[in-house]
């Protein structure tokens, strides 16, 4: 069963428009990380994420992690092309280290 | 300051041959992970090591597979008689130590196996 399902799988944007995906868990979140991956390239770390209601953000991209430390968005504004690829969220989901991670959410920019 | 580096990028082997995959983690990062990326698939997680101890194999199979993080050189991940089933991109993660710290990932090993 997967652990923590992404939403939209997949989502097409125009340039300079605001998008947002998410990341939700049936199970309390012991940290939560997101990663942008390209197509046959490594995971660049985002962000992490550990107490409820926290909320980070980093040049034009914006995570939160709900109260109940079960769901993430994340928020990006005024898309550029460069923020194209598959966003994959990870989880500690029973703090043994062991990062479980969505299928991701694959993000089109359209100059 | 080097992230995590991996090697080979690409490998290619017949069935039955054996393939082995390193990962030198960042500078003072002492705790290795290994993960397995599936075509249609999300990334599973494989096995977790310290310098010389195995501290999670619950991910790994349970034949053909196995890992270790010697005091001195890279981790090594081994696949004894590769199976087209194998084929797949392997990442290694390293972090500073274990509680809930980053993992941060190397830029993978894609085996591919003919």
């Known amino acids: 069963s997967q652990e923590l399902e992404q939403s939209p799988q997949s989502l097409i944007v125009q340039e300079g428009k605001n998008l947002t995906i998410n990341c939700t868990s049936s199970?309390?979140?012991?940290?939560l990380y997101w990663y942008k991956q390209k197509y046959g390239e490594g995971l660049i770390f985002l962000m992490m994420l550990q107490k409820g209601g926290e909320e980070k953000s980093h040049e034009k991209i914006t995570a939160k992690l709900d109260e109940k430390k079960q769901q993430s968005s994340l928020h990006i504004t005024a898309s550029q092309p460069s923020h194209a690829g598959i966003y994959l969220c990870?989880?500690?989901?029973?703090?043994?280290?062991?990062?479980?991670f969505g299928k991701g959410n694959q993000v089109v920019v359209i100059p | 300051n080097a992230g995590v580096m991996q090697n080979p990028r690409h490998l290619v082997r017949r069935r039955g041959q054996e393939a082995r995959l390193r990962c030198s983690p960042m500078k003072g990062h002492s705790h290795v992970y290994w993960y397995r990326q599936l075509p249609e698939e999300g990334l599973k997680f494989m096995v977790y090591l310290q310098k010389e101890n195995i501290i999670d194999e619950s991910g790994m199979p349970k034949e053909r597979f196995s890992a270790e993080f010697p005091k001195e050189g890279p981790s090594i991940l081994r696949i004894q008689q590769v199976v087209r089933g194998d084929s797949a991109a392997y990442f290694c993660?390293?972090?500073?130590?274990?509680?809930?710290?980053?993992?941060?990932f190397g830029p993978g090993t894609r085996l591919l196996v003919l």
């Open positions: 990870g989880a500690d989901i029973d703090g043994n280290n062991r990062l479980a």
């Open positions: 199970k309390t979140l012991y940290g």
């Open positions: 993660a390293s972090s500073p130590a274990s509680r809930v710290e980053t993992q941060y």
